[in-house]
């Protein structure tokens, strides 16, 4: 798909990608809109996408001790 998470309004209080476990994209992994959180996002499996990461909003605190591949925009 073109995004796997495409996060427009409110809040999301934890999103834990496990290890072993991936979030991909076409485009966008991850996608946050402007006036979207993510309070705790912590990733310990693959995210992929042209871009993996696109972040207009907000995210607390990001762990990443997994693998982030394409270009990142927090």
Do not use: P, R, W
């Not at 994209?25 to 990461?53: C, L």
């Not at 972040?55 to 925009?73: F, P, V």
């Amino acid at each position: 798909t073109d995004k796997a998470i495409d996060h427009t309004a409110g809040t999301i209080t934890t999103l834990d990608n496990k290890a072993g476990a991936k979030i991909s994209g076409v485009n966008q992994a991850i996608a946050i809109a402007t006036g979207a959180t993510i309070e705790n996002f912590t990733n310990a499996g693959d995210i992929e996408g042209a871009i993996s990461i696109y972040n207009n909003g907000t995210i607390g605190t990001l762990d990443n001790s997994g693998n982030i591949s394409g270009n990142i925009y927090i």
